[in-house]
T-cell receptor
Framework: EAGVTQFPSHSVIEKGQTVTLRCDPISGHDNLYWYRRVMGKEIKFLLHFVKESKQDESGMPNNRFLAERTGGTYSTLKVQPAELEDSGVYFC????????????FGSGTRLTVV | GDSVTQMEGPVTLSEEAFLTINCTYTATGYPSLFWYVQYPGEGLQLLLKATKADDKGSNKGFEATYRKETTSFHLEKGSVQVSDSAVYFCALSDWSNTGKLIFGQGTTLQVKP
């Protein structure tokens, strides 16, 4: 089966611009998670979708971040306007069940804001 | 809140050396514990897990034992290979059991031939 796909793999944008990251989960996986790793620190949870519904968005840093999951398939994470501290690697993961912690991660999008 | 602390890296070892990467945690309730690995250019992969105290997770020669008394989950391997070079992340499951993971900061391992 195809894995979790994220694109772009890298993005360099200027402060104040908008960037949209995309995640295609494994087909049939209802649960989709976004995480990010900033500056070599710990990977932090951003939010969790169950199908198209936001189950938990407690990790979203502020209202410059907007996540959507249209039709319960792929998800997008938009940052508008981007700030320097948003630089990092954004990971997406999907799973069949919420208790399945061995969920599959994508290879991440490295975002650099200059 | 819940948290995970890993030893700082990078860790540089020669091939066939013994590896230990320390991980301690603070958690509410009885979390499950995990080690994830990220090889260069790839996504995170689950390496091993343990779901209750005294459980030992193992995979690909790596082992870790869930120690409730010391709140630790140290990763060990008896003989590392160059192909083990990667970033290793210790993690625990959030108390709410919604699939949310709490990660440590990651430890970079470099194995030299």
């Amino acid at each position: 089966e195809a894995g979790v796909t994220q694109f772009p793999s890298h993005s360099v944008i200027e402060k104040g611009q908008t960037v949209t990251l995309r995640c295609d989960p494994i087909s049939g996986h209802d649960n989709l998670y976004w995480y990010r790793r900033v500056m070599g620190k710990e990977i932090k949870f951003l939010l969790h979708f169950v199908k198209e519904s936001k189950q938990d968005e407690s990790g979203m840093p502020n209202n410059r971040f907007l996540a959507e999951r249209t039709g319960g398939t792929y998800s997008t994470l938009k940052v508008q306007p981007a700030e320097l501290e948003d630089s990092g690697v954004y990971f997406c993961a999907s799973s069949q069940d919420t208790w399945d912690y061995g969920y599959t991660f994508g290879s991440g999008t490295r975002l650099t804001v200059v | 809140g819940d948290s995970v602390t890993q030893m700082e890296g990078p860790v540089t070892l020669s091939e066939e050396a013994f590896l230990t990467i320390n991980c301690t945690y603070t958690a509410t309730g009885y979390p499950s514990l995990f080690w994830y690995v990220q090889y260069p250019g790839e996504g995170l992969q689950l390496l091993l897990k343990a779901t209750k105290a005294d459980d030992k997770g193992s995979n690909k020669g790596f082992e870790a034992t869930y120690r409730k008394e010391t709140t630790s989950f140290h990763l060990e391997k008896g003989s590392v290979q160059v192909s083990d070079s990667a970033v290793y992340f210790c993690a625990l499951s959030d108390w709410s059991n919604t699939g949310k993971l709490i990660f440590g900061q990651g430890t970079t391992l470099q194995v030299k031939p």
